[in-house]
């Protein structure tokens, strides 16, 4: 069983929807959770950090539900920018592990 | 962005080859870890260091070698290359808050 799991989509949206990447991890130990994002051919790059009470930068809204193992990632209004692979991590010990990641794509 | 390195960038090998990856960075972390990316598989961690000299395998360590002689830098080593360590190869840097990428390196081995 893998201990991260993502919607590997693809999710093509419209320029100013609203879209949502949800990921569940195995490991309830888990201590920390991520949101990375990775555009073609480059390396991941830190988006947000989540937390269990929820968090929010800008267009972006992370949350955590502990009990069930999930995380999300909504992203509002979205842009042409934002078309990318967004990577799912969970932290446990001094290891993370991540997910495949979910591909965005947003149209003109 | 993070000071980290990554060389070659880009590398294509014949099977039986040994083949050596370096990882540099200026942020004076302790944690340094090496990642293979692969289709279908996400990132995976292959081996990681804690300190000088200091290192622990990952999920897929088979095949693999690591050193770190010093804090800055932290080297892979293929000791004898087969196709299925086509990959791409990320160096992270960092700890318990999060991590940081290198560019990446694209090794093809054919």
């Known amino acids: 069983r893998k ?4 919607d590997p989509g693809p999710f093509n949206v419209p320029e100013g929807a609203t ?12 201590q920390s959770f991520f949101w990375y994002r990775q555009d073609c ?4 790059k830190l988006l947000m950090s989540v937390y269990s009470s929820g968090n929010e930068d800008g267009r972006f809204t992370a949350q955590l539900n502990r009990a069930s193992q999930y995380i999300s990632l909504l992203i509002r209004d979205s842009k042409l920018s934002d078309s990318a692979t ?6 446990q010990g001094n290891q993370f592990y991540f997910g495949t990641g979910t591909s965005l794509t947003v149209i003109p | 962005d993070a000071g980290i390195t990554q060389s070659p960038r880009h590398k294509v090998t014949e099977t039986g080859t040994p083949v050596t990856l370096r990882c540099h960075q200026t942020e004076n972390h302790r944690y340094m870890y090496w990642y293979r990316q692969d289709p279908g598989h996400g990132l995976r961690l292959i081996h ?3 300190g000088v000299k200091d290192t622990d395998k990952g999920e897929v360590s088979d095949g693999y070698s690591v050193s770190r002689s010093k804090t800055e830098d932290f080297l892979l080593t293929l000791e004898s290359a087969t196709s299925s360590q086509t990959s791409v190869y990320f160096c992270a840097i960092g700890g318990t ?4 990428f290198g560019p990446g390196t694209r090794l093809t081995v054919l």
């Open chain 1, 3 to 6: 201990e991260v799991e993502q």
């Open chain 1, 41 to 44: 051919r480059k390396e991941p």
């Open chain 1, 86 to 91: 967004y990577l799912c991590v969970v932290m």
């Open chain 1, 19 to 30: 879209v949502a990447f949800n990921c569940t991890y195995s490991n309830s130990a888990s």
């Open chain 2, 97 to 100: 808050d999060t991590q940081y």
């Open chain 2, 48 to 50: 990681y260091s804690y």
